[in-house]
């Protein structure tokens, strides 16, 4: 059977100090257009690429988008998704070739660009999704198979998060007790309760339940976010006050009733408060993995540690987030207090949260 012929769209080339796009018709006829700049050419070259040849990257890539959201993931997280997808395809260059060009031989040449002048952590990243983007792409059809799969990720990741000593953690919960700020309290959750900077700001006055002793978190970066959990007596009574009078769809740490602040916000005010407290600036992900380092060694069981987190697999929480020896640590005092009966050493901050370890 003949093939289809089609219109093709070759281009842009550099052509003296212009930028030239040809478009190949069906009967082999031909039409040029010159440009000023690269820029200009290649959104002209996309936008006839994509009407010539059905569906494009762009379209994959905004349609990819949409499921996304279809799933409830937080828009922070599809945000950040988006913007791996739009560097590791160079959409900006790439967006209205065929779905079809991405063949495992130009994604391992995408990936080896995308290395450039970024750290392990990032580029990996980068990998990754574009790895769940190719199987999404295959799972539909769009694509005979993932064109990532096989590409193995280059470099180390830095395992762990910049976090706080006991001392120094007790010193950070001191000066934000001391301040009696919003601000404080807010840098106070993500260290007593391991919330991250965006569930701190999304919550709601309705959130705050049982007389303060309860703070419900409905939604948040995952499913596995969804969680409710006890509220230190330290920080009941400050949260009480900041709710007091205000309309239950309020933000709670919002100034007025409908405006709330930023997740850099408690990022900003987390670096500020390590440097009143005078110990090493951390922020609030370091915060969450200093929560989960220090309710490890005191004894609270992984699962216990994960779900107050918010994670689905102790694996993500103990490789990620427990610092190295946490849960050796916690093994170790279990076994000093079965040879002496000895005081158990709880190392800070939320006795009852370690009752509920132990009751999980």
């Given at each position: 059977m ?28 031909q ?28 379209h ?26 739009d ?61 990532f ?15 706080l ?49 309860l ?19 330290a ?63 005191a004894?609270?069981?992984g ?30 005092r279990a ?19 370690q ?6």
């Open positions: 003949a093939k289809e012929a089609r219109e093709r769209v070759h281009g842009p080339y550099k052509h003296g100090a212009r930028w030239r796009v040809v478009v190949t018709r069906p009967d082999r006829s039409a040029v257009e010159s440009f000023t700049t690269e820029a200009e050419a290649s959104a002209v070259a996309a936008a006839a690429r994509g009407q010539a040849e059905g569906r494009t990257l762009m994959a890539v905004d349609a990819y988008e949409v499921a996304q959201r279809a799933r409830g993931l937080v828009a922070v997280s599809i945000a950040r998704s988006r913007a791996h997808l560097t590791l395809l160079a959409i900006a260059v790439n967006a209205g070739r065929p779905l079809r060009w991405l063949t495992p031989r130009r994604a391992a040449e995408l990936y080896e660009r995308v290395q450039v002048g970024r750290a392990p952590d990032t580029h990996r990243n980068t990998l990754a999704v574009g790895k769940m983007f190719g199987a999404w792409c295959a799972k539909r059809g769009w694509l005979a198979a993932d064109p799969a096989a590409l193995e990720p280059v470099g180390r990741r830095r395992r762990g998060k910049p976090q000593h006991v001392d120094e953690a007790r010193r950070l919960l001191e000066a934000c007790l001391s301040e009696h700020s919003r601000e404080a309290l807010a840098v106070s959750l993500a260290l007593l309760l391991g919330l991250r900077a965006s569930e701190i700001v999304l919550r709601q006055v309705r959130d705050l339940d049982d007389g303060g002793r703070l419900w978190v409905p939604h948040g970066k995952t499913r596995n976010a969804r969680r409710y959990l006890a509220v230190p007596d920080l009941r009574g400050h949260l009480l006050e900041l709710a007091a009078g205000r309309p239950a769809a309020a933000y709670l740490f919002g100034e007025g009733h409908l405006d709330r602040p930023s997740r850099y916000w408690v990022h900003y005010h987390c670096g500020r408060l390590c440097a009143v407290a005078k110990v090493p600036r951390v922020p609030p992900h370091g915060l969450r993995g200093t929560h989960a380092t220090l309710a490890t060694a004894g609270v069981t699962p216990a540690v994960s779900a107050a987190l918010g994670h689905g697999s102790t694996a993500i929480t103990e490789s990620t987030y427990v610092a190295p020896g946490g849960r050796q640590l916690a093994d170790q076994a000093l207090r079965a040879l002496d009966g000895g005081a158990d050493g709880n190392l800070v901050l939320a006795s009852d949260y009752q509920r370890g132990r009751s999980s």
